[in-house]
């Protein structure tokens, strides 16, 4: 690193190992946007994706005006950087190296009246499901999210959506796509828990001009796009995000799995892997073939292969999303808050319209319970991402469960046993 890009990460470390209000982190690079800024990816890579911080979230290499990054392996590569035009953009965008500025929730627009019982703010919830049997059958828990795409498009609410695709050889293996009709929308549907860089499809959206959008991502993607759009320096990339993402959609996400967890998996339920058709987790691995066979497997084998970035998030409920959606309660229904207006829009219309029912969460009292317990779970003991150990650290301690790390590992807390008399 340059020394100016020294200084800023001295100063950013300083801020953040210091006791300094985390909101105030972005101080240690802001300052240098008056003195001509600094080379802000040498600063990222070394901060976050080098020590194995990063959650690949895409968002810096999707903010980023000259096309520093590629994207391999789930982590933003710098592959071009002496095309760095000291922007600042990827830190901004970063989800791991601060919280959210103090005025995001005036961006999202919150519906109000508001409830917050620590797994971010929403309006209402309820259980929501398409009307259509076929989606229903098709899609994840419901299709829900599936019919407020298509719907969206179909009223032309909406001119594309960026989501999560298969490789057509491999269909538990993710990759991004910008969808622009029902076709491409139920090609898609259903979950993976590999993790899929969904945003990598806002490059293509903003090249083609294809706008109003929605995206659809887990909480460290719905984050990422936040930040982009929130971004306090005004250039036309973080405008174009800001003026043109219409509806985020969040998808509830204790963690997601490697690559290798499909071969693994395949061996717990004797399967070859090509045969794993859907995979769905309801406190057990539900498996669904290609005949349509159902097996299971324990979860906790399953969570070996836990992918160890994981670690580095705090949100299972996407709470800056419009609209988060997860299968917890009953099923095929979705679990449903609507957070934003943008969000109670999108879900109201596609209700009136018909293509969406719901029920009342106290139909099954059981999701909401699950669902408090697991965004807790999320946040249990937990540093700010930024100030938990790297992976290395977590290497050397032989602990990498990204769930378990902070409750039963080495980040627990210390006890104190009492002796009897």
Known sequence: MDSKTTRVSGRYRMLRDGGA???????????????????????????????????????????????????ENERPIDTRTEACVRCVLCVEACPVLRPADRDLPEMLNLLSPAVNEGFGVYGYGVY????????????????????????GLETDSLSGAVLGDVIPDQRQIGRPLLATTREEVLGAAGSRYTYSPNTLALLEAMQRDVKPIAVVGVPCQVDGVRLQQNSSISLSVAKWYRDN???????????????????????????????????????????????????????????????????YCLDYGAENADISA???????????????EAGHRALQSAIEDGWIETQPLETEPRGMFLFERLAAAKKKNRPLPAEMPTLAERESLGWLNPKTFYTKGPGAPATTEVETP
């Open 326 to 340: 997860g299968g917890v309660g009953l099923d095929d229904w979705t679990l449903t808050l609507v957070r934003t």
């Open 21 to 71: 209000d985390p909101h105030e982190w972005a101080y240690a690079w802001r300052r240098e946007l008056n003195r001509g800024g600094f080379r802000a990816v040498d600063f990222l890579m070394e901060e976050i994706v080098e020590s194995g911080k990063c959650v690949g979230c895409a968002s810096c290499v999707t903010i980023c005006p000259v096309d520093v990054f590629d994207y």
């Open 128 to 151: 929501a499901r398409s009307t259509d049997p076929d989606w229903v059958a098709r899609a994840q828990d419901g299709g829900l999210v599936s019919a407020l795409l298509i719907h």
């Open 245 to 311: 993402i219409s509806l985020v959609i969040g998808l509830l996400c204790s963690e997601s799995f490697t690559h290798e967890s499909i071969t693994k998996l395949g061996e717990m339920i004797d399967v070859e892997p090509s045969r794993i058709e859907n995979i769905n987790i309801k406190g057990k691995v539900v498996v669904r073939l290609d005949d349509g066979e159902i097996r299971t497997a324990s979860l906790k084998q399953y969570q070996n292969f836990a992918r160890p970035a994981c670690l």
